[in-house]
């Protein structure tokens, strides 16, 4: 885990994939307070997950992934 009071998103990648490890296999609600009690925002750990789905992925799959993220963002926000 990073240095104590450090924020988030200065956390190294390290940092995060062990949080998305840690958090894999808790319910919603496990993973709710886990992310409560470490000040995480649970929207920011669900984005590192995908960023490390994402990492695994081959440059076509990302690209499919990328625009079907980005059309359902766009359908969202038209609602």
Not at 8 to 28: C, F, Q, R
Not at 49 to 63: A, I, L, N, P
Request: net charge positive.
């Amino acid at each position: 885990m990073p240095v104590s009071g450090q924020k988030p998103d200065g956390w190294s990648g390290e940092a995060k994939l062990a949080v998305v490890i840690k958090t894999a296999p808790l319910s919603e609600a496990e993973f709710s307070q886990y992310c409560r009690v470490k000040g995480l925002w649970v929207e920011k750990v669900k984005e590192w997950r995908s960023d490390c789905v994402m990492g695994t992925m081959s440059e076509t799959q990302r690209k499919v992934a990328e625009k079907n993220r980005s059309e359902k963002i766009k359908s969202l926000l038209s609602n």
